[in-house]
């Protein structure tokens, strides 16, 4: 078989395994790690098994009930990991700059983990697993793990199990671990509270420079790709941004650059700029980055937590304090510290 079509049979077989995401889930059969074989288990992993880091990133993704002793066992080997979060509006090219990002990476002897946020299936809630089609350099390297999760309906482009996930990588001894939103546009801002390094992939001709400038997403970005530089449009886009880098409000000036993430153009640049900020970042000591992570982790837990009792209606005291704003009595804000408090 001539090497284009192997290829094409390839992604075939990575299209055919997306479109199973789509049909209702089976019954769930497999039971947890017990936890005297958690350490086999994680010492399969960190001797490069793949199948074992498959498992133990199942665990964590399923919120299984042995998780707190498996992350007992992780965490001796947590606080490596470079975490670089890639985020923009979809058509941007971000699932092909991080397929061009993984093989550069491969090339310069880095092990990676990716972590793609796929939109969810509206029949199985599972994730579609588009990304896996536009990564090919993913699909046969032991050097390269990648796992696809749905949103789940998760605002700011991120799930929590994405944020688990990490650590599972971090003990597999991977260098890099690659962190992909899900695109949605305007509101993907978590990656900023769990990634190191931050990136912004834009496009010309998608009208979203000026929708990032007022969303937000420059305040975030570390650096500010301009993808598919190729077309017209790019150098307008490219200003544009540069100008808007240096009005934010914080932090330092985001870099901004231009790949062509399809021939591999501007992607030596790209790794560069990122090997810089990451000395920086990683000398913060590994607690404190781990500890920024659980925060979030918390954060939303607590969010989601007392949303589903508001939706619920099982919060007791809610009619109560609804009634008093309404009646102007209360701020929704205060009404909101009220219902944490009790």
Do not use: W
């Amino acid at each position: 078989m001539p090497a284009g079509e192997g290829e094409s049979a390839r992604i075939a077989a990575v299209a055919a395994a997306g479109y199973q995401a789509l049909m209702p889930p089976k019954p769930k059969t497999s039971k947890s790690v017990a936890p005297p074989d958690l350490a086999q288990l994680v010492a399969r992993m960190r001797s490069g098994d793949r199948r074992a880091t498959s498992r133990v990133v199942t665990e964590l993704e399923r919120l299984s009930p042995e998780l707190p002793a498996l992350m007992q066992e992780l965490n001796p080997h947590l606080g490596h990991a470079l975490i670089v979060g890639f985020t923009g509006p979809p058509g941007a090219g971000k699932s092909t700059l991080v397929n061009a990002y993984t093989a550069h990476l491969r090339q310069a002897g880095k092990s990676v983990g990716i972590i793609a946020v796929d939109p969810s299936s509206p029949v199985s809630g599972g994730a579609i697993l588009g990304d896996r089609i536009r990564m090919p350099a993913t699909l046969n390297d032991d050097g390269v793990f990648m796992r696809s999760l749905a949103s789940r309906g998760h605002l700011g482009g991120l799930c929590p199990a994405a944020v688990r996930i990490i650590d599972g990588l971090d003990a597999a001894g991977k260098d890099t671990i690659l962190l992909e939103t899900v695109g949605t546009g305007q509101s993907e801002i978590d990656v900023a509270e769990v990634a190191d390094v931050r990136v912004v992939v834009m496009a010309p001709g998608l009208g979203d420079d000026i929708q990032a400038m007022k969303a937000g997403l420059l305040e975030i970005a570390d650096v500010v790709v301009v993808n598919k530089a190729d077309r017209e449009g790019a150098e307008r886009t490219l200003n544009q941004l540069n100008g808007a880098a240096q009005l934010r409000a914080t932090r330092s000036k985001a870099t901004v650059l231009k790949t062509i993430a399809t021939t591999g153009d501007g992607i030596a640049a790209l790794a560069d700029r990122v090997a810089e900020l990451a000395a920086a970042r990683l000398a913060v000591e590994a607690r404190e980055r781990r500890r920024r992570r659980a925060r979030y982790l918390i954060a939303r837990a607590a969010a989601d937590l007392i949303a589903e009792r508001i939706r619920g209606g099982r919060q007791s005291g809610l009619d109560r304090l609804s009634d008093a704003v309404l009646r102007g009595e209360l701020l929704p804000a205060d009404a909101a510290r009220k219902l944490v408090e009790n």
